[in-house]
């Protein structure tokens, strides 16, 4: 089992920049694949960022790419979500999940993570 514990989030104007944490339980998370995921309200669940287990390959959401980097760092059992120059329709609660599978690439389908942090706001305005 992992468990994932978020921290980071809050409120911040358009253009600034904010860092998500995910810190995880668990002996084997540093060689689980990670996914950040977002949901804003009335949406469905979307998918932002997946780093692979060792963080060497890392995929993006179009509306993301060239603004969040993803990152990891498995000797303190913990991934991260930078995002920069961000905008309005960014906000929305935060989510990292993990898979249950070893090694692998990335993902950015929700139903292939088994392992869901508690989810963290993040509200930009205009």
């Known amino acids: 089992q992992v468990q994932l514990v978020q921290s980071g989030g809050g409120l911040v104007q358009a253009g600034g920049s904010l860092r998500l944490s995910c810190a995880a339980s668990?002996?084997?998370?540093?060689?689980?694949?990670v996914g950040w995921f977002r949901q804003a309200p009335g949406k469905d669940r979307e998918f932002v960022a997946a780093?692979?287990?060792?963080?060497?390959?890392?995929t993006y959401a179009e509306s993301v790419k060239g603004r969040f980097t993803g990152s990891r760092d498995n000797a303190e059992n913990t991934v991260y979500l930078q995002m920069n120059s961000l905008k309005p329709e960014d906000t929305a609660v935060y989510y990292c999940?993990?898979?249950?599978?070893?090694?692998?690439?990335?993902?950015?389908?929700?139903?292939?993570?088994?392992?869901w942090g508690q989810g963290t706001q993040v509200t930009v305005s205009s």
């Open positions: 780093i692979n287990w060792d963080g060497l390959s890392t």
């Open positions: 668990g002996r084997t998370f540093g060689a689980r694949a």
């Open positions: 999940a993990a898979r249950a599978a070893m090694l692998g690439g990335t993902y950015n389908s929700a139903s292939q993570y088994s392992f």
